[in-house]
């Protein structure tokens, strides 16, 4: 997974026009070891809530020194906005956290953050990336449908026994890899 992390280091810059405005999307890069507890907390606040906190500041930097994740943030004046955490395996890949600040969502920071990681996927020749989303989180499974995503299944009490996870999944080398 070397070779993901090397090419994690390239920027993504992305420009739009909405209404005739210039909207100036932040770079994506990796996160450092002083993101971890922003990126745990998101996670608890924006994520976990009502389950607890399993995202914890040690687990997430487990995750940023695993040679097989990268954990993915955008920043704007040193502040993260949002981050995304994938897990690479040989042929699959698995979308572990997706996050953005209440304060910035609806202006394209989930999708390029979920851009930039499926792109690594897919250099790393991986065919598909699956996800878990709460079914009680009618936003978050709109944005990945939008973005591709099928439904795959349901599974019962994924998150504590408590609530059901909806199974969704996209394969990168018919999406992304067309074009
Ligand atoms: C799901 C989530 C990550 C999406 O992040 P986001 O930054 O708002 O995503 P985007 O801005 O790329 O896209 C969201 C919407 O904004 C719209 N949008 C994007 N850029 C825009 C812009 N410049 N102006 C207006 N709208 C815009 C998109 O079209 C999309 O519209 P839709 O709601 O009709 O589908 C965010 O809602 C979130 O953090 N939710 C809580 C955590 C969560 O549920 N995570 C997923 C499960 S782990």
Not at 102 to 113: D, N, Y
Not at 143 to 154: I, K, L, N, V, W
Request: net charge positive; aromatic share 8%.
């Amino acid at each position: 997974m070397a070779s993901i992390m090397a090419m994690q280091r390239a920027l993504c810059r992305k420009e739009r026009y909405a209404g005739g405005a210039m909207i100036i999307i932040p770079q994506v890069s990796l996160a450092g070891p002083a993101d971890a507890r922003g990126i745990a907390e998101m996670s608890r606040d924006y994520v976990e809530y009502g389950l607890g906190w399993s995202w914890t500041p040690s687990r997430v930097m487990k995750a940023i020194r695993d040679d097989a994740t990268n954990v993915a943030v955008v920043r704007e004046r040193g502040l993260v906005l949002g981050f995304g955490i994938m897990r690479y395996g040989e042929q699959k890949a698995h979308l572990t956290l997706l996050a953005v600040r209440p304060t910035e969502r609806k202006r394209g920071l989930g999708a390029v953050l979920l851009s930039w990681l499926e792109k690594s996927a897919l250099t790393a020749g991986i065919e598909r990336v699956q996800l878990e989303a709460r079914c009680d989180n009618p936003i978050a499974i709109a944005f990945y449908r939008d973005h591709g995503y099928a439904e795959s299944g349901t599974v019962r009490g994924y998150y504590r026994g408590e609530v059901d996870a909806l199974r969704l999944e996209k394969g990168l080398w018919t999406v992304i890899g067309a074009g």
